[in-house]
């Protein structure tokens, strides 16, 4: 459960109830959040805004329609996604690729001076994780991006993913074996050391 979960299920049943000052607090809350998850799959930032833009004004738009959730964020992430991916590709292939996993996620360690991380067996081990990550697949930097970043359960990861909830838990133990395989560390150590190294991407 991420921090602000319950507060945006009450607003969204407050929005489909006819409130729409409501969607606008589910947006601020959530704003940058949403922009930051976009930007992993596109270097397009007019792109993403406008996605942004289009989703909340399509929730006005359709709200009669829409359903309850207790997990809004991982709704909000989901619609996004497949906004941005249907942008960026044929709508023909749009299903093929969602259903793959075959698009694009970049984690944007790119941004970080890599030459500060060389000197120290700490710093040492961090570019040796960074290029665990960057060795991955797109679903599974997008998986552990969700989990160890923003706090998405299993169950909302794989809503996002398009996947079943063991797989979800699969795709995600995986990744993490493979970065223990560098860190030699525990499980809550791990964890704390990639919500560091993923909030430095943003």
Same mark, same amino acid.
């Given at each position: 459960?991420?921090?602000?979960?319950?507060?945006?299920?009450?607003?969204? &049943?407050?929005?489909?109830?006819?409130?729409?000052?409501?969607?606008?607090?589910? /947006?601020? !809350?959530?704003?940058? *959040?949403? /922009?930051?998850?976009?930007?992993?799959?596109? +270097?397009?930032?007019?792109? +993403?805004?406008?996605?942004?833009? *289009?989703?909340?004004?399509?929730?006005?738009? $359709?709200?009669?329609?829409?359903?309850?959730?207790?997990?809004?964020? #991982?709704?909000?992430? %989901?619609?996004?996604?497949?906004?941005?991916?249907?942008? $960026? +590709?044929?709508?023909?292939?749009?299903?093929?690729? &969602?259903?793959?996993? *075959?698009?694009?996620?970049?984690?944007?360690?790119?941004?970080? *001076? $890599?030459? !500060?991380?060389?000197?120290?067996? /700490?710093?040492?081990? $961090?570019? !040796?994780?960074?290029?665990?990550?960057? =060795?991955? %697949? =797109?679903?599974?930097?997008?998986?552990?991006?969700?989990?160890?970043?923003?706090?998405?359960?299993?169950?909302?990861?794989?809503?996002?993913?398009?996947?079943?909830?063991?797989?979800?838990?699969?795709? +995600?133990?995986?990744?993490?074996?493979?970065?223990?395989?560098? &860190?030699?560390?525990?499980?809550?150590?791990?964890?704390?050391?990639?919500?560091?190294?993923? #909030?430095?991407?943003?």
């Amino acid at each position: 459960m991420y921090p602000n979960q319950k507060e945006d299920a009450k607003l969204w &049943m407050e929005f489909l109830d006819g409130n729409q000052g409501a969607l606008s607090r589910i /947006y601020l !809350a959530n704003i940058n *959040d949403l /922009y930051a998850f976009g930007c992993k799959f596109s +270097i397009d930032r007019s792109l +993403i805004k406008d996605c942004i833009q *289009d989703l909340f004004i399509t929730l006005l738009q $359709t709200h009669t329609k829409l359903s309850p959730t207790d997990n809004v964020k #991982a709704y909000l992430f %989901t619609s996004l996604k497949r906004k941005i991916i249907r942008e $960026t +590709i044929r709508s023909s292939r749009f299903e093929q690729v &969602m259903e793959r996993g *075959d698009y694009r996620f970049e984690v944007g360690f790119e941004k970080l *001076d $890599t030459q !500060a991380f060389e000197h120290d067996n /700490y710093s040492k081990k $961090t570019l !040796a994780v960074r290029s665990a990550i960057e =060795s991955l %697949t =797109s679903r599974q930097k997008e998986a552990l991006y969700l989990r160890f970043y923003f706090g998405l359960s299993h169950k909302e990861i794989a809503e996002v993913l398009h996947l079943e909830e063991q797989s979800s838990r699969s795709l +995600i133990s995986r990744a993490v074996k493979k970065i223990r395989n560098v &860190m030699r560390s525990d499980k809550k150590r791990i964890s704390n050391f990639l919500y560091f190294l993923l #909030a430095q991407t943003l």
